[in-house]
Structure formats: C-alpha cells, structure tokens
C-alpha cells in the first residue's frame, strides 16, 4: 500500500510502530528511522514542530515551531496536513511547504477547539518568516 503514496505524514509513535522499531524522540533517532522506509517522510512532532526526511536526497531537516500562545491543540495535525497538501498541490518543494505548515499548525492552536482557529495564508506566512529549517542528519 506504501507504494502509491508520495509523502508519508505520521507522528512519532507511529513511525516506531510502522517501523518494528522502539519509540525514539530525539529529531537524529527519528530521521534514521524514517530512512528505512526510503521515500518522503513528514514527521510531526507537536510541541517540536516536524521532521522533514526526504529519499531522493538523503537529507533530514528539523523544523521548529514558531513561539506561540497555546490554548487547544485538538485539530493541530489536521490543520497541518490541510496546509501541506494544498502547498504541496501548489508545486512547493516538501520543506518549504511543512515550514508553513507547521506555522498554520501552531496558530491552529491559539484557540480553543478544532475550528478555533483555521488560520489564513497571509497569517500563516507572516508567522512561518522566522522559522529556520535546520540539516539534522543524513538518514
């Protein structure tokens, strides 16, 4: 089933889960893992933003969240994958694209609930200006 689907989007848990192997949460451990599964991977990571693994180039790249008031978190992985697919749809590169993803994600999470706040692009790309994705390892 893996095979037909471009990038893989998952938690933590579940790529241990997915890849026989024990829980790790460190941003390295995780990117090794992931490069088992050789192909594109989106790591979530809640509070620590996500984890971007990429096949083709080897690469792992770590992104931060943005400093942020949270209030709920219910909703946050959905908005994050919403925002991800449509700027993938829109041809952005995959760490470009989880950057801002991230960024619509946590402002997801300044307010109460699931629909609390759906943020809109320009809030999403004025908060995502100060996010560095950073090279963690080459899985």
């Known amino acids: 089933m893996l095979d037909g689907v471009a990038v893989l989007v998952l938690n933590a848990p579940e790529l241990a889960t997915l890849t026989g192997s024990g829980a790790a949460g460190d941003p390295a451990d995780l990117a090794s893992l992931a490069g088992k599964l050789e192909r594109d991977i989106v790591v979530t990571l809640g ?17 931060p969240p943005p400093p942020a008031p949270i209030r709920d978190t219910t909703g946050a ?16 590169d995959l760490t470009e694209a ?9 402002l997801s999470t300044t307010a109460a609930g699931a629909r609390g706040k759906l943020p809109t692009r320009d809030e999403v790309t004025a908060l995502a200006a100060g996010l560095a ?4 390892a080459t899985p």
């Open 47 to 63: 509070e620590n933003g996500a984890l971007v693994v990429q096949a083709a180039e080897r690469s792992a790249v770590h992104i």
């Open 77 to 92: 992985g959905d908005c994050f994958c919403g925002a991800l697919a449509v700027l993938l749809a829109e041809g952005a």
């Open 98 to 106: 989880s950057r801002l993803a991230v960024a619509a994600g946590t």
């Open 133 to 136: 994705p950073r090279l963690i």
